[in-house]
């Protein structure tokens, strides 16, 4: 990730280049986060056309405020666990072999730590999003179920990338540097 304005601070087509540059971070996770973002902001609006019909819409749209202001934090973490990991991968050779298992230990705890909170988070966003769907503002029914779908999405995202991660901690420090480290 290169020293540039926060993600959300740039307006939606430096985003888009960023996550299609040649640059491993921002990647998957970071975008998990976003859709869960903007899920969370179409829950919200949602909820918020739902008051008077739907007792628990003030509580919904509260949630998912908090969950969207929580979601852009995550993308800028994402990303730089990423990038963590792979300064960790790229440690000289001469670093002793217990540092580069501690760097690695840190890097990939965190690495998992972040699409694993994205994924919980959108799996109790899409829990509000189904509610709204269910019983708000029925013109709203197509905001609802995107922000549901969103939510879904960013989840299993988020959930594949804790799988990678894991494993990947689980094989150690010992991996490709430079561009073979980000290849498939």
């Not at 929580?70 to 991968?89: F, K, M, N, Q, S």
């Not at 440690?91 to 501690?102: G, H, K």
Request: hydrophobic fraction near 55%; charged fraction near 20%; charge should be negative.
């Amino acid at each position: 990730m290169s020293e540039e304005a926060p993600l959300l601070d740039q307006s939606l087509g430096s985003v888009l280049e960023a996550f299609a540059a040649r640059s491993p971070a921002p990647g998957g996770g970071s975008a998990a986060a976003i859709a869960l973002a903007l899920a969370a902001a179409l829950v919200g609006m949602a909820a918020r056309y739902s008051e008077g019909k739907l007792e628990s819409a003030e509580a919904i749209a509260a949630a998912a405020d908090r969950v969207r202001v929580r979601a852009t934090a995550l993308a800028e973490e994402d990303a730089r666990a990423y990038t963590a990991v792979l300064a960790a991968r790229r440690l000289p050779p001469e670093t002793a072999a217990s540092d580069r298992e501690e760097a690695m230990a840190t890097a990939m705890a965190c690495a998992v730590a972040v699409p694993t909170e994205v994924a919980e988070l959108g799996a109790d966003l899409a829990r509000l999003a189904n509610e709204l769907a269910s019983r708000g503002n029925a013109n709203l029914l197509g905001d609802s179920l995107s922000g549901l779908l969103l939510a879904e999405a960013a989840t299993a995202a988020a959930a594949t990338i804790v799988e990678i991660n894991v494993v990947d901690a689980e094989r150690g420090p010992a991996r490709p540097s430079g561009d073979a480290a980000v290849a498939p």
